[in-house]
C-alpha cells in the first residue's frame, strides 16, 4: 500500500531508530526503500542487516552522490499506491501512517506537521510546508517529479514545484513526524553559494503566471520566501 523512501548518508546513529519507527506502523502493508549514498561510517552494515532478516525492506546502494539523486532512485523502485519520505536520523510515530492514509481520500496529497527533538532542548511541534518527508503522496500525483540533483535545499524547489501542479491538499494538524536536530547535518550550517542557486532556482519556477496555482498555494509559496530570507539573515 505504502513505500517509505530513507535516503542514507552517514546516520549510523541514527538509523536503527529510524527502521524501527517505520516497521512499528500500525499499517503493516509497506514497502521500505534504504538508499545508501556511499556512507562510510556503518550505515550501510545496519541497513544490509535489517534488509538480510525484514523481506518488506528493499535496499538499494549508489557512490555518494547526494540526497535528491538517492531519493529519484528510491522514487524510481517505489510501487506503493502511496509515497512518503523519511530522513534517516529522524523517526515516526506507531500511527503515521494511519493518520494520514484516514483522511487522503479525495486529494492528491496530505500534510501535516513535526515534532523537533533534541538531546538538550524540551520536544517542540510545529508545521513547516518546505520539507517533502511530513507529507503522504499518492503516487499518481507525483509521476514524473524529480528531486534537483547538485543542490542543497532541494527539498524546496521540489515543494514548490508540487504546488505548481496545482493538486488537491489536506493539511491536518497532527505532528507525529520526529524530526532530530542533528548539528552534523547538511543545512546545520550555512552554505552561500548554495542559498544562491536556491533563490535561483525558485525565480525561474515563479517567474511563470502558472493559472493552476490557488490563492492559498500563492500564500504559501510567499510564506515561504519570506521565511527562507529571515532563515538565512538571521544564521
Request: glycine share 4%; proline share 4%; aromatic share 8%.
Amino acid at each position: 500500500m505504502l513505500s517509505f523512501i530513507v535516503p542514507i548518508y552517514n546516520a549510523a546513529e541514527y538509523l536503527e531508530l529510524c527502521i524501527q519507527s517505520l516497521l512499528r506502523q500500525t499499517e503493516q502493508d509497506l514497502q521500505i526503500i534504504l538508499v545508501d549514498d556511499g556512507s562510510t561510517d556503518g550505515s550501510l552494515q545496519i541497513a544490509q542487516e535489517w534488509a538480510a532478516r525484514e523481506p518488506r525492506i528493499l535496499l538499494l546502494t549508489q557512490p555518494h552522490a547526494g540526497q535528491s539523486v538517492a531519493r529519484n532512485l528510491g522514487l524510481s523502485h517505489a510501487e506503493g499506491e502511496y509515497i512518503a519520505f523519511v530522513d534517516a536520523d529522524d523517526t515516526i510515530a506507531p500511527d503515521w501512517c494511519e493518520q494520514h492514509l484516514r483522511v487522503i481520500d479525495g486529494v492528491d496529497y496530505v500534510q501535516s506537521g513535526y515534532t523537533r527533538v533534541s538531546k538538550s532542548q524540551s520536544p517542540i511541534t510545529n508545521h513547516q510546508f518546505t520539507s517533502p518527508c511530513m507529507r503522504l503522496y499518492r503516487r499518481e500525483a507525483i509521476r514524473g517529479m524529480q528531486f534537483v540533483e547538485g543542490m542543497i535545499y532541494e527539498d524546496v524547489v521540489w515543494s514548490v514545484d508540487l504546488w505548481m501542479r496545482g493538486l488537491r491538499c489536506r493539511r491536518i494538524p497532527y505532528c507525529g513526524y520526529h524530526y532530530t536536530l542533528n548539528p552534523t547535518s547538511t543545512t546545520s550550517r550555512r552554505h552561500p553559494e548554495a542559498e544562491k542557486r536556491l533563490f535561483h532556482e525558485l525565480k525561474k519556477r515563479l517567474s511563470t503566471n502558472d493559472k493552476r496555482l490557488t490563492t492559498n498555494d500563492r500564500l504559501i509559496i510567499l510564506y515561504t520566501l519570506i521565511r527562507l530570507k529571515l532563515h538565512f539573515l538571521c544564521r
